[in-house]
T-cell receptor, first 113, second 111 residues
Framework: EADIYQTPRYLVIGTGKKITLECSQT?????MYWYQQDPGMELHLIHY???????EKGDLSSESTVSRIRTEHFPLTLESARPSHTSQYLC????????????FGPGTRLTVT | RKEVEQDPGPFNVPEGATVAFNCTYS??????FFWYRQDCRKEPKLLMS???SGNEDGRFTAQLNRASQYISLLIRDSKLSDSATYLC????????????FGTGTLLAVQP
């Protein structure tokens, strides 16, 4: 089992609020990812990082931002939440060169009212 | 056209049945291949990696055909607990190790 954690698991918040979704892993993985998934739909990569102080936007445009100051921590921030941000956000990590599989955290289900 | 294509199902099968899922991918530069399992409202979990030589893990067998850009998963002796969505996943390796996920195939095993 992978040791990757996300908090909160569920969040209901009003429009315009700033929120930060937390993701931490204890495996020392250098690569970390954020995905967005709507019910019954595929995962879309919104951000990734291949090491400390490196972040890149993913394939799906997102108004969120990320930071990677420490290897184990990869938080995602929405400066002003909107109902269109309602979705499940999944964090994943991947290990050393040659280990291509990604391991997922339990996800944060966000509802913006 | 999606980079990874799967039949969305649902596949409704009785317990004990053998079921096969297929997947095609469009980018011949793909380097890694996986099947993930996702239960309803849960995170995806790695089921198995897929190799050109084919690989087996208990009741599960995965095959890769690079020439046809085709991946398959066979589940023998289906259990109720196999009910889930099965995601075909293709990766490009390298420094970023990005993965591309299919939309998934829903399996419902009936008692």
């Amino acid at each position: 089992e992978a040791d990757i954690y996300q908090t909160p698991r569920y969040l209901v918040i009003g429009t315009g609020k700033k929120i930060t979704l937390e993701c931490s892993q204890t495996m020392g993985h250098d690569k970390m990812y954020w995905y967005q998934q709507d019910p019954g739909m595929e995962l879309h990569l919104i951000h990734y990082s291949y090491g400390v102080n490196s972040t890149e936007k993913g394939d799906l445009s997102s108004e969120s931002t990320v930071s990677r100051i420490r290897t184990e921590h990869f938080p995602l921030t929405l400066e002003s939440a909107r109902p269109s941000h309602t979705s499940q956000y999944l964090c994943a990590s991947s290990g050393w060169t040659g280990a291509y599989e990604q391991y997922f955290g339990p996800g944060t289900r966000l509802t913006v009212t | 056209r999606k980079e990874v294509e799967q039949d969305p199902g649902p596949f409704n099968v009785p317990e004990g049945a053998t079921v096969a899922f297929n997947c095609t991918y469009s980018n011949s530069a793909s380097q890694s291949f996986f099947w993930y399992r996702q239960d309803c409202r849960k995170e995806p979990k790695l089921l198995m990696s897929v190799y050109s030589s084919g690989n087996e893990d208990g009741r599960f067998t995965a095959q890769l055909n690079r020439a046809s850009q085709y991946i398959s998963l066979l589940i023998r002796d289906s259990k109720l607990s196999d009910s889930a969505t099965y995601l075909c996943v293709v990766g490009y390796g390298g420094a970023t190790n990005k993965l591309i996920f299919g939309t998934g195939t829903l399996l419902a095993v009936q008692p």
